[in-house]
């Protein structure tokens, strides 16, 4: 394998944009991806439980569209964005009932209030984990729901497990757009012109520290050296080992990525095999206020864009305990869920139907969905993204960037500001 200038690991949003940033600079950059793929866990599929139709894995949307970098170039390509927030139709259940106008203007109300009780107590304590907040509110009857959302659901982890304080660093707000076809399809489409990307080409060791800040990185098809390497595998990879470091890391890397675990967030699809729809619009969300702090949240979006399946959305260790029960666990407890809303209606319409069920936990390139910083270390994700051996060595993806952490811009950018330091080391 010859020498290049930047040698990438990872050919996910992240290692693109970096792959990209080095290419407009003039220099020559090489993506090792280890799978037979582009996008890492931005991954748009067709599968035939589905009837074929388009279906995004992993991200789904462009988050933040007023600025996000990936917006202009979609549209720039002429590419039809969808404005999720606009189409989409809302149920919000309490019990077995639809909430009413009045309580939810009650329920929107809180949301300012949770947040505001947040920044409090982090100014107060530096950090906190995000269930504090909710015992810090003990007469709210809208907080154990909002700490489901942004924990387990949107952040993919318990409350009690996660930093109040990574949480607000990353609030993200604007509108979320989704691109026709979905956005998997949208990365190979249009972040991969001109790039040199090898697939299944997996990096075993990273040798890194040589003369002149060199870096010989090691596959089964040979040994390619670069002036500097920037890889973008996730946090559960790094903690792995599965990647070797010679020398090793220094301490502030392996400290950021233990303290930067995985979460797990699980898509449970299920296809209808009648015609009823629930009595229920197109594209409706459906989620429920809950009765008790630490009650799983499931919220479904039904019928997407006119189709005959629910997908579901579960997150955090109830995610990781179905993975470990199986694909029919998780069938079945999405299947209890929406029972608690549409009782026995459920069964007639989705008995014998097909299923599908997200399983990021057994990929051994990515183990788990996304990261988040364990309370006390929302810092670590700024500890990882510094440069080391003077830029020569760069990490970048979803878990190094800020506000934008856990999202396909986020990774992108990250990737992005990685390869300007890298180049800076080269002398560009």
């Not at 810090?136 to 659901?153: R, Y």
């Not at 998997?184 to 800040?213: C, E, H, K, M, S």
Request: charged share 20%.
């Amino acid at each position: 394998m010859t020498e290049t200038d930047i040698v990438i690991i990872g050919a996910g949003l992240a290692g693109l944009g970096a792959a990209r940033a080095v290419r407009d600079s003039g220099r020559r950059a090489v993506v090792l991806e280890a799978s037979n793929r582009v996008g890492g866990r931005a991954w748009t599929d067709h599968p035939a439980a589905l009837g074929g139709v388009w279906f995004d894995m992993g991200a789904v949307w462009f988050h933040d569209a007023e600025h996000n970098p990936l917006v202009p170039i979609a549209r720039a390509a002429g590419d039809t964005l969808l404005r999720s927030d606009e189409i989409r139709k809302e149920r919000t259940f309490i019990g077995d009932r639809v909430a009413t106008g009045a309580e939810l203007a009650a329920y929107a109300d809180a949301w300012p209030r949770y947040e505001a009780e947040a920044d409090s107590l982090i100014a107060a304590k530096g950090d906190a984990s995000l269930a504090e907040v909710t015992r810090q509110l003990p007469d709210d009857p809208w907080a154990a729901t909002i700490e489901a959302w942004e924990g387990p659901v949107i952040c993919a982890v318990d409350a009690e497990r996660f930093s109040a304080l990574d949480w607000r660093r990353n609030a993200l707000g604007g509108s979320n757009l989704v691109p026709d076809g979905g956005i998997g399809a949208f990365v190979q489409r249009r972040l991969t012109a001109g790039l040199d990307i090898r697939l299944n080409t997996p990096v075993t060791r990273v040798r890194w520290g040589g003369p002149g800040g060199q870096v010989t990185v090691e596959t089964p098809s040979g040994s390619i050296t670069a002036e500097a390497c920037i890889v973008t595998v996730s946090t559960g990879v790094l903690a792995s080992g599965t990647l070797e470091f010679d020398p090793v890391l220094p301490a502030r890397v392996a400290d950021a990525v233990q303290a930067l675990p995985m979460g797990l967030a699980m898509k449970v699809a299920l296809r209808a095999t009648g015609p009823d729809r629930l009595d229920l619009p197109l594209h409706c969300s459906v989620d429920r206020i809950l009765e008790r702090q630490g009650e799983p949240l499931m919220p479904f979006q039904c019928w997407p864009f006119g189709r005959d399946y629910v997908q579901g959305w579960i997150g955090g260790s109830i995610a990781w305990d179905l993975a470990k029960a199986g694909e029919a666990a998780a069938v079945d407890f999405a299947l209890s869920y929406l029972r608690r809303a549409f009782g026995g209606q459920v069964d007639g319409l989705f008995a014998g139907g097909a299923s599908l069920v997200t399983r990021w936990d057994a990929d051994p390139l990515v183990r788990g969905a996304y990261c988040y910083a364990v309370p006390g270390a929302a810092l670590a994700r700024d500890a990882l993204a510094e440069p080391i051996s003077d830029g020569h060595l760069m990490f970048a993806g979803e878990a190094c960037y800020v506000p934008f952490a856990g999202t396909v811009a986020g990774a992108w950018l990250s990737g992005q500001a990685a390869a300007k330091a890298a180049l800076a080391a080269v002398g560009v």
